[in-house]
């Protein structure tokens, strides 16, 4: 006990002063899981421009989980006192960290660059802890999109489907004549990323903010929630048997190769379609999914600056610049599929589908339809998040009705508190 | 050489031996089955592989993949491919392997030739060592390499390793050495050979086959390591495995299935190389030789 | 003289204690970063930990929390299933291919290789095979069904009950080598002497293997025992890349359990008290198992 009562003394002295001692003085130690050719290249672009300015790039990338690899190797880094530079972070993740008091405060940077009036409110409820800029966030996916096949679409003589009922009679067709209605996997936040798009449309922006952001129990456990879990069974008749643990992409070519009609997945689907050499508007479409029209869940990436000091290092202070610049936003983004967490940046270098973005979110930003995404972890924390996988995915694999999921549900995210 | 003692003394007939050989060749078939996949596949371009047919033979050969997963693909930032990665690897994976197996080589040796009051249960600690979850000395860990000053660095990830695999290594040994008779080790000793001849003169040239199943449990484990590989290495000290991770789980990207598997099937190549060097010592007898010499 | 004697004596205390100062590193090691860790995991247990250690004492908390998760239950129930099975097939077909394998194979060399290489790959990408090769849409149902036979199924990836039989399918494909080769070690160590001597007393082969052969690889099997019952309750790479844990949650194990409140879920302390349930467990069968093992033998 005496042992573990020093260790605990020392993990919790290593958590709150953080002196990284890895990277030189002048150089920057960046944790990403950015490693896929295009974001990689994408990222090479703010590495060239801050090794213009003599300061050097150390690369540590982690890749796997959606980052969460990532996040335990900073966990065990910060606790032996050799934390990097910046890291790469997603929502919730940020605000824990701050509370650690273990990130920088940009706010000098901030204000010299004018942040506070070009990136959207519901960002910067994540990049900013207690009033203090800790996070220079890079792009916007928004989550609830519809990619189609257009040939089969225009076969089988189908209008875009803006309501739920004209979704299901689309998919019902589609099925008749043979195809795959739905091209989907599943893998929990697949899951869960219908069920964001399908609770956003029944219950309206003002139900998703209640169940899923305040976590308030009476919406969790209501009738409206019923409702969702219903459609998801819906929507899982339409799915072919084969869906369990399908990868994302490979759901994606279904699409592509004719034998799927719709996929509902985020924008950085269109990186596959773009790969197999399909032009949007003439080989497939993308539209918001039924019923969110208005609306636009989103996640986003920022990078997160660990403290070294007092203030932020000089380095520290150009690679926050570099990020928030508006010709890196627009050359990361063209290539990553997501938009630039900047509403200023003009949209010239961007397709059909990313203009198409770019507007959605200026406009849901203005009128208070933009929300974080729960399945992407920017609607609640991670322990609330995955409690509720738990149960969309169990409900959708048909472990039980929508009745027992509602139920199971409202006790999960209570367990999870 | 052995061979004389390694003549059979259960003799098999035509008949049965046509059966050993037909279910030795059966299994083959099974272990050699997913290696299949993964060759056919990282000979084939993408496209072949997203029109489907994935267990079908290419129909256009290349080794394109092969050559991106060494030299070009990306990793990180940088496209550097899996080369850069192997020295770090190799780094780590030599020094620690050898250290652990020779540790347990003595250990095994004390636990069953010079036995003392108490060694059942010095055994047992050490045993039961094996079963921790790593998950969860992940963060004590890191304190711990932090204060002794190895964060981030070689040294550590070698210590690291050490402090899982002596478990594993006494095992092995000690149940090795239970076998050999403890009959020749009291004659030396009453010959007046000390500890340490005894341990090399006697023990270590009958230990073949069990140093090879030990030295390929090492090496396999912590080369294909990736929990303490990602968590205590720095940005230029991650081993092949974070790299080849970085290759394959690109979260939001095209995935290139055929660079994946060409990329697992290098990373694998050291550790085949020895699995077929360390097999050669696998050879019957040399126990015997001992008992005669 | 007094000065050799004392010299004598010292020399003497330095041959007794030898052995004990060559075991000595390998015994403190273990118990700092075994056993401290232990200890501090155990104390985590009962804090209020989430995404890093944290001391606010809570209780019993944690477990009453973990107790009432269905993942958990769940876990369990898998890690009995699949450690059973895994277990005694890896060791029966460990036995049986290293037997065949002794009989002085031509290629041993080659087919000692081909049953050892699945060790060498990582689940990493192998997942991604295996995953492919049991897909019924394009892996083995597809492939006998092109060959003419329609109504051939294997789709127990795809379904609750069934997918976590394919974890063991390929968590056999890749230890089954090594434990041979542990089995084969341990052949080719026992004394052909007794053999020659039991074969002139008119034994059969049969009776060969089963009264002296098998009861001398008792060691190996210990070793075997030890090597799979860890690597059973550590499997997560495994379960990672074949089903994620899915369908729905169907194949979730005690590690991927844990791993996920740990370091996904920020609940660092229901993570702990798995842990402890999972150490608790393993040593109530381990321990008596490894002391009646060590008694026997003297």
Request: aromatic residues 12%; hydrophobic residues 50%.
């Amino acid at each position: 006990m005496k042992f573990s009562r020093k260790l605990a003394a020392a993990t919790c002295l290593a958590a709150m002063t953080i002196s990284a001692t890895a990277a030189r003085a002048g150089d920057v130690e960046v944790l990403h899981w950015w490693t896929s050719g295009g974001e990689a290249a994408a990222l090479n672009v703010l590495k060239k421009d801050l090794e213009g300015q003599g300061i050097g790039w150390q690369d540590m990338p982690v890749a796997g989980g959606g980052g969460t690899q990532a996040m335990t190797v900073l966990r065990a880094r910060v606790t032996a006192g050799n934390a990097p530079t910046a890291v790469q972070m997603l929502g919730f993740d940020i605000t824990d960290w701050a509370k650690q008091g273990a990130l920088a405060n940009l706010n000098d940077v901030a204000a010299e660059e004018g942040w506070d009036g070009v990136v959207p409110e519901a960002l910067q409820k994540f990049s900013k802890y207690e009033g203090q800029w800790v996070a220079a966030p890079v792009n916007v996916h928004s989550t609830n999109w519809v990619w189609a096949n257009k040939g089969i679409l225009d076969d089988l003589g189908i209008a875009q489907p803006t309501t739920w009922d004209e979704l299901v009679a689309a998919m019902q067709k589609v099925k008749d004549s043979g195809k795959v209605a739905v091209a989907h996997g599943g893998q929990a936040w697949q899951d869960a990323t219908i069920f964001d798009a399908v609770v956003m449309a029944t219950g309206g922006p003002d139900f998703y903010k209640s169940a899923f952001i305040d976590l308030d129990t009476e919406a969790l456990g209501s009738d409206t929630m019923k409702e969702a879990f219903d459609r998801m069974t819906v929507i899982r008749s339409f799915v072919d048997d084969n869906f369990s643990g399908r990868d994302w992409n490979l759901a994606s070519a279904m699409v592509i190769n004719d034998e799927a009609a719709f996929q509902f997945m985020g924008d950085w689907a269109k990186g596959e379609f773009l790969n197999a050499g399909k032009t949007p508007g003439e080989d497939f479409l993308c539209f918001r999914f039924p019923g969110t029209q208005e609306q636009v869940t989103f996640n986003s990436d920022q990078f997160a600056l660990f403290k070294q000091g007092d203030k932020p290092s000089a380095e520290q202070a150009a690679l926050a610049k570099a990020i928030m610049s508006p010709s890196f936003q627009s050359a990361f983004n063209v290539v990553k599929g997501s938009v630039p967490a900047r509403v200023d940046v003009p949209d010239t270098d961007f397709d059909a589908c990313g203009k198409q973005g770019m507007k959605d979110l200026a406009a849901a930003s203005s009128s208070g339809n933009l929300f974080g995404s729960m399945a992407h972890g920017h609607a609640n924390p991670a322990s609330v998040k995955n409690a509720m996988y738990d149960v969309i995915t169990a409900h959708f694999n048909g472990e039980y009705d929508s009745e027992t999921a509602v139920s199971e549900l409202v006790s999960a995210v209570e367990l999870a508190q | 050489m052995a061979s004389n003692a390694s003549s059979q003394v259960v003799r098999t007939g035509a008949g049965s031996r046509f059966v050993i050989y037909t279910l030795l060749a059966i299994f083959c078939l099974y272990y050699l089955l997913p290696l299949y996949v993964m060759v056919v596949n990282s000979l084939k371009p993408l496209s072949e592989i997203q029109a489907g047919g994935m267990m079908s033979l290419p129909s256009e050969w290349t080794i394109a993949p092969w050559a991106s997963a060494w030299s070009t693909a990306q990793i990180g930032v940088a496209a550097t491919g899996l080369k850069p990665y192997f020295l770090n690897s190799i780094l780590m994976v030599v020094p620690a392997v050898a250290i652990s197996t020779v540790l347990g080589a003595l250990n095994g040796y004390v636990l069953t030739k010079w036995r003392f009051r108490g060694d059942t249960i010095v055994f047992g600690l050490l045993l039961f060592g094996c079963f921790i979850p790593f998950q969860m000395v992940l963060i004590p860990m890191a304190r711990m390499l932090g204060l002794m000053g190895l964060a981030g660095t070689v040294p550590g990830l070698v210590f690291v390793h050490l402090v899982y695999g002596i478990g594993f290594s006494t095992l092995y040994f000690r149940n090795y050495y239970q076998q050999f008779p403890t009959e020749l080790v009291r004659a030396a000793m009453i010959d007046g050979a000390g500890f340490f001849t005894i341990f090399r003169r006697i023990m270590l040239p009958s230990s073949g086959p069990i140093a090879v199943v030990c030295i390929i449990w090492q090496f396999t484990n912590i080369w294909n390591d990736f929990l303490f590989g990602a968590s205590f290495s720095d940005f230029d000290s991650q081993p092949m495995t974070v790299a080849l991770n970085n290759l394959v789980q690109s979260s939001t990207g095209v995935k290139e299935y055929n660079v994946h598997f060409a990329g697992a099937i290098m990373a694998a190549l050291p550790t085949l190389l020895v699995y077929v060097v360390a097999g050669r010592y696998f050879v019957r007898g040399l126990m015997a030789g001992s008992v005669k010499g | 003289m007094s000065s050799n004697v004392t010299s004598r004596r010292a020399d003497d205390w330095l041959r007794d204690a030898l052995p004990k100062i060559v075991l000595s590193p390998s015994l403190a090691i273990v118990l700092v970063f075994v056993y401290g860790f232990i200890l501090f995991t155990f104390y985590l247990s009962f804090t209020d930990s989430r995404i890093l250690p944290s001391y606010g004492l809570v209780g019993w908390e944690n477990y009453w929390k973990l107790f009432s998760l269905r993942a958990w239950g769940i876990a369990i129930d898998n890690v009995l299933i699949f450690g059973s099975l895994y277990i005694i097939i890896c060791c029966a077909l460990g036995l049986a291919l290293a037997i065949l394998l002794d009989q002085k194979i031509r290629a041993e060399g080659f087919i000692r290789t081909v049953y050892l290489y699945p060790m060498a790959l990582s689940f990493i990408v192998t997942g991604t095979a295996w995953k492919w090769f049991l897909d019924p849409g394009i892996g083995l149902q597809a492939v006998v069904q092109s060959w003419g036979w329609e109504s051939f199924t294997f789709e127990w990836i795809k379904d609750r009950e069934m997918a976590i039989y394919t974890i063991v399918i390929a968590a056999v494909w890749q230890t089954s080598g090594f434990v041979m080769a542990m089995f084969l070690a341990g052949l080719r160590g026992i004394d052909n002497e007794v053999l020659k001597a039991a074969q002139i007393d008119g034994a059969s082969n049969w009776a060969l293997y089963r009264r002296i052969v098998i009861p001398q690889l008792r060691p190996a099997f210990m070793s075997a025992f030890v090597v799979l019952a860890h690597m059973a309750i550590k499997s997560y790479d495994l379960v990672i890349a074949l089903t994620g844990g899915g369908p729905g949650t169907a194949t979730e194990l005690p590690a991927t359990f844990m791993y996920s409140y740990t370091f996904t879920r920020n609940q660092m302390g229901i993570g702990a008290a798995s842990a402890t349930i999972m150490l608790m467990s393993i040593a109530a069968i381990m321990v008596p198992y490894i002391w009646s093992e060590l008694r026997e033998k003297k």
